[in-house]
């Protein structure tokens, strides 16, 4: 299926959608046909679907190693606590995997990528780090600063690393977009509720940094299923200085405990910034998904 046709498509599902009032029997049509869209996806793509089925298996072996190891670590009853949880997060993210692998084109070409590539790979191994620490936050286990740093350093490494090696490989694709900003947000969500827990993030501070990717999404989906319009996905440069900024502030709340006399001193002048950011980012988010509809429409 081309790119125009599966853009088409998406717009008749969400028309669809709309007409019928967004009923349980429309929404029911709906992931019928937006599933059967995407196993048609991965039938027409064998290579692009072995690569799903590779990457799934790796992701499997890697949960069954985490859950041995928070066995070895924690103990049996804290990984009963943590399973269920962590393992809905990791089959949701292989799933979303799945389901979005038509998404899996060329922004430079608009073609179709045969494989995930290196970069998608890590950027779901920074999402199976979120799953974790969602996983042990609905199972109401704590989270020490000590864990919630060393998990957060590795997502660092992987955001740094999946873009590097996307442009270098020439596998820079929409569906890295949408990973990309799903695993940060799965991330920085639990990192935010951690931080909240463990007495060190004010409430209204953490609720602000929740709004930055809460905000975007409420649009995206008023976009999608009000106006049947397509969101820019793309990140802006502002987006990039606030996600920067809030990477270094919670870099600050986790700082192990000889260098806390030193961290404070920058905390309240990186969360000035890091606000101030937070609120410029969303707007110019919005700014540029409104230039390209005015572009599109021309």
């Not at 990791?90 to 430079?108: K, M, P």
Request: some cysteine.
């Amino acid at each position: 299926m081309q790119k125009g046709s599966e853009t088409a498509f998406v717009v008749d599902l969400l028309i669809t959608l709309r007409r019928d009032r967004f009923s349980m029997r429309a929404w029911w049509k709906f992931f019928q046909r937006s599933w059967l869209m995407s196993c048609e996806s991965a039938n027409t793509n064998p290579s692009l679907k072995r690569s799903w089925q590779r990457v799934t298996c790796l992701m499997t072996l890697l949960t069954f190693l985490i859950l041995a190891g928070n066995s070895l670590f924690m103990g049996f009853a804290d990984t009963i606590r943590l399973l269920p949880g962590f393992v809905f997060c990791v089959v949701w993210q292989q799933s979303d995997l799945f389901w979005h692998l038509g998404l899996n084109r060329s922004v430079q070409n608009g073609k179709m990528l045969p494989v995930l590539g290196v970069a998608n790979v890590l950027t779901w191994f920074r999402g199976l780090g979120a799953s974790y620490l969602l996983g042990r936050l609905i199972g109401g286990s704590g989270v020490s600063s000590g864990l919630a740093l060393a998990i957060f350093l590795c997502g660092i490494v992987t955001d740094i690393l999946d873009g590097q090696i996307a442009r270098r490989t020439h596998m820079q694709g929409k569906l890295g977009q949408i990973a990309d900003a799903e695993a940060d947000f799965c991330l920085y969500l639990a990192l935010t509720i951690i931080l909240l827990q463990n007495g060190v993030l004010p409430l209204w501070v953490g609720c602000v940094m929740l709004l930055r990717f809460v905000i975007p999404l409420v649009a995206a989906l008023l976009s999608y299923m009000v106006f049947a319009h397509p969101v820019h996905f793309g990140s802006t440069l502002w987006g990039k200085y606030a996600g920067l900024a809030q990477c270094l502030y919670f870099l600050l709340l986790l700082t192990p405990a000889p260098l806390i006399p030193f961290a404070h001193l920058l905390t309240i002048p990186l969360l000035s910034i890091t606000i101030c950011l937070l609120i410029v980012a969303p707007a110019a988010q919005f700014v540029a998904n409104a230039h390209a509809h005015r572009k599109g429409l021309h």
